[in-house]
């Protein structure tokens, strides 16, 4: 199972990416999607995810009102869209996809907030 995840940069502080997953490995609607990230020296959190079959989907509270997780189902694709971005938000970003007991991650793409 292969993800792979993209759209990550370099961004002012209040600016605004889209990052994307996507696989041709299975389709994403049948999966709980997420995206994490591990900032600098610090350890891997959850930022949101989604689950089209049960209906759900969460943030982080520091994403709150500015991130936005979205499925795709024609191009097979989770995006986040993250907006009014902070230095804090700078991290390497990872989604995941996960079935029962099945769990697959992307590579991760790097996303910089600073002036």
Not at 28 to 52: A, D, L
Not at 100 to 115: A, N, P
Request: net charge positive; aromatic share 8%.
């Amino acid at each position: 199972v292969q993800l792979q995840a993209s759209g990550g940069g370099l961004v002012q502080p209040g600016g605004s990416l889209r990052l994307s997953c996507t696989t041709s490995s299975f389709r994403m609607v049948n999966y709980h999607i997420g995206w994490f990230r591990q900032p600098p020296g610090k350890e891997r959190e959850g930022v949101s995810c989604t689950s089209k079959r049960y209906g759900r989907t969460e943030y982080a509270n520091s994403v709150k009102g500015r991130f936005t997780i979205s499925l795709d189902t024609t191009e097979n694709t989770v995006n986040l869209q993250m907006t009014s971005l902070k230095p804090e938000d700078t991290a390497v970003y990872y989604c995941r996809a996960q079935k029962g007991e099945v769990v697959s991650w992307g590579q991760g793409t790097l996303v910089t907030v600073s002036s």
